[in-house]
């Protein structure tokens, strides 16, 4: 993957968007997934997106060996644990946006249900 000025591609942008909301609204679904790894990541790939999806060089090795590594290793996912996963690391399974979407969504409606039983 080629970076654009050491920038995250584009796409970070809408799977942190809704990777932020699932934190903050919906924990019980956050914990669904890549809780270890996943969480330690996400608060990396956090300020890399705070500052407009710039990473600093002090950052480069962990975007080259850890961040595209495991996206190219765990792009298969196609379940909601594998989702959260992939939010927590900013990542779009092969799958594809919209029906990670469309998972994501559908868990955050049965959530719903239950607060509101």
């Known amino acids: 993957m080629i970076f654009?000025?050491?920038?995250?591609p584009l796409e970070t942008i809408k799977v942190f968007v809704l990777a932020e909301m699932i934190r903050k609204q919906y924990p019980q679904i956050w914990n669904l997934g890549g809780n270890?790894?996943?969480?330690?990541?996400?608060?990396?790939?956090?300020?890399i997106m705070k500052r407009n999806r710039k990473f600093l060089e002090t950052e480069r090795n962990f975007i080259e060996k850890v961040w595209l590594p495991w996206k190219a290793r765990h792009h298969n996912h196609t379940?909601?644990?594998g989702f959260v996963a992939s939010l927590k690391?900013?990542?779009v399974p092969s799958v594809g946006w919209n029906k990670m979407r469309q998972?994501?969504?559908?868990?955050?409606?049965?959530?719903d249900n239950r607060r509101n039983a």
């Open 89 to 91: 690391w900013l990542a």
């Open 36 to 47: 270890i790894r996943g969480n330690e990541s996400y608060e990396t790939l956090k300020r």
């Open 4 to 8: 654009n000025g050491n920038k995250l």
């Open 79 to 81: 379940r909601i644990k």
């Open 103 to 111: 998972v994501l969504e559908q868990e955050m409606k049965k959530n």
